[in-house]
Every structure is written in C-alpha cells, then in structure tokens.
C-alpha cells in the first residue's frame, strides 16, 4: 500500500473542514516520512509501531532544531494517525495507547440539551434579578461566552438588527458572536423590564447587580455555577450538530486551532456518523 497515496484519499474526504485538512497534512506527512525511515508500510503498523512513534513526536533529534510540543499539538498528531488509520484500515486496527505517559486534557461535563432545560427550570421567575440570571444564561450557552467576555459586555455590545453580540475576549481581540433567539428574548425581557428596575444612574455595563453595579465573575459563578460548563455545551453541541472545528475556534475566540482540537473526539464521533451514513462501503 502506497502511504502517500493513502494520505491524499484520507485528506480529500469532504467530512474534513478546510483548517483541518491542513493541520492533519503536516502530522500525516510527517507520520509516512516516520514510516518511510524505517521502512515500515501502512499496513503492518501495530500498537507497537504507534507507541514508538507517539514516545518519539517532539523528542530532540540530531541534526534537528529541538522543539517542545504542546500537549494539544501532541494530541492533535496522534489524532490525525489514528482517523487515517481508521479510514485506511478500518476502526479495529487503530491502536488506542496513551501518548508518552501524558495525560490527555480532561473537559467539564457539557451538559445535555435536557441538562440545560433542566438547569434553566431552576432560574425560572418573575422579578427582576430572576429575568437578569435567565437572560444571563442564555446568553452564555447561546454565545459560549467566558465569565470574564459576559461581564464585559456593555448595553452597546448587543446589536438586536444584525442579531449579534460583539464581545471581547483574551488579549483584546473581538469577535461578533451570533444571537439566539431564545436568547434575545431573553435578553429583551431583561432590558425592558429587569435591568431599569436594577438600574441606579448611567451605568453602562449589560449586566448589573442587585446594587446597580455592574456585575464581576465571582458573581456571576455563583449564579451559574461552573460557566465554563456552558460554553463546552455550546461547543459540544455545536460540533454534534454538524459545525467544523474551525467554526467552533472562531466562535470560542481562540487564536489557534489546537485549543479548539481539545473537541476532537467529539468531532471524530460526528465524523464517524457522517462516514458510516455516506461511504459504499462503511
């Protein structure tokens, strides 16, 4: 079997978004250049093989530039060997090691859709700071907002015309977040109602207290306990109802696309669907 080749038909499969075709070809190139140095085909490659391999990625070579890889570069490559091997010779064949001892990043449980109702049902109410914790969530799963982004956010930063919310995120950079519309009306009944009912003067702030001040994160988590819950919801939702990892990295606002490939197995199972639903012979 021509490894090469086998690459390129795992590369042109139409169920890889563009971002990441490019990230798996330089792990796959590297990955058959690994191979082709020892004079290993595709076909024999056994868990023996992938533990040498995975225990060698990022290892000092001689004659090289040394280089220290991240633990989400490292999974990402192993990542890629294991969808081509999958792909190539089947999901029996792909061997399941842990990566040079390393242990891989866990995520907070993303809760269910039903999770969610089920969270929501616990804010429900009528007065005014009851109105400002269900536009509060909504708004955080709807966005995948960090405490700190939803904090920020000022009266300015929700456009209800172009349904969007432009939200600030690490370093400064800014990112124009689409808008629910669960969490629009939420966010209207809030701003009409709630928020002028809060409201002690010009405040600019989205999101304010019982005092009228504008709220800060510690607040915040004890009103949402755990927010970072909801944004791998929004991620992992997003990524099961057919959305790419580079769609998700833009929307998270993260700079690289390794910090969104944390959602990997998540995108792998969506792809598995998508393969077992759309090959001839899956």
Known sequence: MD???AVERFLESPALSESTRRAYRIDLEEFAAWLQARGLELESFDARAFAEYA?????DRPGRTPRKLSETTLARKVAAVRSLIRAVLGPSRVPDLAVSGRRRRRLPHAPRPEETDTLLEALEGDDALAVRNRALFELVYSAGLRAQ???DLTLADVDFEQEAVLVRGKGGKERAVP????AAHRLRLYLEVARPQLARGAENALFISAR???LDTSTLRRLLPNPHRLRHAFATHLLEGGADLRTIQELL???SLSTTQI???VDSKRLRKVYDRAHPRA
């Open 149 to 151: 982004e939803a904090v």
């Open 212 to 214: 009228g001040r504008p």
């Open 179 to 182: 808008l629910g519309e669960e």
């Open 263 to 265: 959602y990997s197995h």
């Open 253 to 255: 606002g993260h700079s």
């Open 55 to 59: 225990s060698e990625l990022g290892a």
């Open 3 to 5: 490894t090469t080749a």
